[in-house]
């Protein structure tokens, strides 16, 4: 720990600085780090990505080791998988004999949001020496990832990344899968016993009917033999996700910076091309009618219902469109102007907004975070602001809780919570400050 985080007398964000830094030791287990103690006791995707942005604060070396413990989990098909189990814990549920991967380390069966690549160019950008030698083993790992989502997450001729489970795309329980999980019939599942529910107040949680429907696509996805392909084409759940398809044409973007900088040319053109179809993808998740970018079913090409928080993402994706871009302004300063601890992950005008439920209203760091990025590389300074004012306010009044109540701001879901603490320490704190205010260099 810094010298000057163990003074005695500390300011509230000081105070918090020390905090983020126990949380992120504390839930170290080696090479990866637990999302939270109880409730998530494996290697999360995502979850891992941002606790390396927050490792590169205060051990950057940590912060690599973190990225390559994640790719054990990759398969040879190009799939970084969402949960890497290892140190068998039975407290959790759907753990690795349900999922049957067949992969060493044990891993579920489904990937989640890219965030890899664009961390890897935050990692690399502190210390280019350094850096050098973990890119060059990464880099191919990330080539192989990005393009199984190019190629197994698409509909042939389609260009938006669909997501074949809820999970996969990291935001559970959001209304944006209701009408695409009505049409999965759960019936026929194996009884299973949920293990979430010991931990967190249940009114917080996904419910039963969504459980069982999530049960269903594990089964389906087991019984193809993981057929990654297949489940996208022919499974009974396919739908663009604004969220990843975002994220990963953002690290698309990264990744093309970081084959500059090591001077991949190969690969560039396969990006290149990637990034070609970025404006389909944006157009395909377009509705018109809402002024918004939302999920789509790929079974029924019907948009999901209602506004939520990855809406915003096109503006880290490096999508500009002036038209689409005031509409999406205006949603956002509606929607900021609703509650006082936003982004709220779901339309709080919408009648199925639940404040404290996961992901069908509360607020989450991480998307606060992103959507920022995305904002002020777009120049829209005050937006992304006024995001950073309210995150700090949050974890400084609420602590380091996995999400927050947007209209008091309470707590919610699991203490402690890793990646939390990382977004502070990468963030929010006022430390950083100086350095974030800078536009990121982008590499359109
Ligand atoms: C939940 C979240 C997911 C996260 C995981 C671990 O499943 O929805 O986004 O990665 O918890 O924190």
Known sequence: MPNDLRKESLTPDRK???????????????????????????QWNWDS???????????????????ESLFEGQWSNGMAAHIVFRRDQ???????GI??????PPTSGLSQPPVAAT???????????????????????????????HTKRVMSGGAAIAVTHPWESGRDNSPDWDASMQAVDPSGIQPYQRCDLGHVDSAMRPTMADYDRYMKLVEYGRSTGWDHAHITREGPFSVADPGITFILLRADR??????????????????????????????????????????????????AKGISSVSFLSFYAGIANSRRDERLLAHYHRIMDQVEWGMPSFDPQDERFEPRRYWRGPTWAIINYLIARGFSQAGYYEESERLRLTTRKLILESGFYEYFDPVDGTGAGGPEFTWTAAIWLAWASPQVESKSRLPFPDSH
């Open 254 to 303: 990264d990744l093309k910076a970081l084959a500059r900088y090591m001077g991949y040319r190969d690969s560039l053109f396969e990006i290149e091309r990637w990034l070609r179809s970025a404006q389909r993808a944006a157009d395909y998740l377009w509705c018109p009618h809402q002024g918004a970018y939302v999920a789509r079913d790929l079974r029924t090409g019907r948009h």
């Open 119 to 149: 961390v890897v160019r935050a990692l690399y950008e502190r210390d280019p020496v350094l850096g050098r030698d973990h890119v060059r083993k990464l880099f191919p790992k990330l080539m192989r990832w990005h393009r199984w989502f």
């Open 49 to 67: 990505m941002f606790v390396a942005l927050g490792f590169s604060e205060i051990d950057l070396d940590r912060g690599w080791t973190e990225v």
């Open 99 to 104: 999922w049957q991967s067949g992969h060493q």
């Open 16 to 42: 918090r600085d020390a905090e983020a830094i126990r949380i992120l030791r504390a839930n170290d287990w080696g090479n990866y780090t637990l999302p939270s103690r109880r409730l998530y006791p494996y």
């Open 90 to 96: 039975p407290g959790y549920f759907p753990g690795p």
